[in-house]
T-cell receptor, first 116, second 108 residues
């Protein structure tokens, strides 16, 4: 078991651009959640995908979107980047069903996005 | 609104002393609560969750619904406990809320 991986590790973009971040979940984990972690803050929930459909969403605008694929990989897309989007983006995979309240989330190492 | 508050950003204790990391939440229902930990240069990982009633690495956490708290405790702190600790909450399992974290330093 290799664990959750994310790519790229670091990324620099300019305001107004679009970005795609990638996550590879652990095999068999049907649920993936994405988080934004600004410096000095806790992770903020962006959304969750279960079996390739959005299953829950936090307080983020529609320019934050995602995809989940059958091979346990997923993407976070952010359009029209703003300076405040600069943060560490974490994905976390969970074994089991959509409402996995009681299941452990396995986090990736994160992608550090800087928007200039 | 569902919020998780960790009032202490930084906490230092001496090795062998008791440690308590505070977590308060605002939610009127019956949420599920967790503690996650991030050791230096490692990724965020689950420490314990309320439903399991486990004691992990000597840590325990009691849910106090009256005070809406889920404080993390350990009777004797060890140097390897130095880390960033996050309290987290979910109601449905498809939306999670994390606190801002407490950085614990155990002084040898």
């Amino acid at each position: 078991e290799t664990g959750v991986t994310q790519s790229p590790t670091h990324l620099i973009k300019t305001r107004g651009q679009q970005v795609t971040l990638r996550c590879s979940s652990q095999s068999g984990h049907n649920t993936v959640s994405w988080y934004q972690q600004a410096l000095g803050q806790g992770p903020q929930f962006i959304f969750q995908y279960y079996r390739e459909e959005e299953n829950g969403r936090g307080n983020f605008p529609p320019r934050f979107s995602g995809l989940q694929f059958p091979n346990y990989s997923s993407e976070l897309n952010v359009n029209a980047l703003e300076l405040d989007d600069s943060a560490l983006y974490l994905c976390a995979s969970t074994p089991g069903g959509g409402r996995a309240s009681y299941n452990e989330q396995f986090f990736g190492p994160g992608t550090r996005l800087t928007v200039l | 609104a569902q919020r998780v508050t960790q009032p202490e950003k930084l906490l230092s204790v001496f090795k062998g002393a008791p440690v308590e990391l505070k977590c308060n939440y605002s939610y009127s229902g019956s949420p599920e609560l967790f503690w996650y930990v991030q050791y230096s240069r490692q990724r965020l990982q689950l420490l314990l969750r309320h439903i399991s009633r486990e004691s992990i690495k000597g840590f325990t956490a009691d849910l106090n619904k009256g005070e809406t708290s889920f404080h993390l405790k350990k009777p004797f702190a060890q140097e390897e406990d130095s880390a960033m600790y996050y309290c987290a909450l979910t109601r449905t399992g498809n939306q999670f809320y994390f606190g801002t974290g407490t950085s614990l330093t155990v002084i040898p």
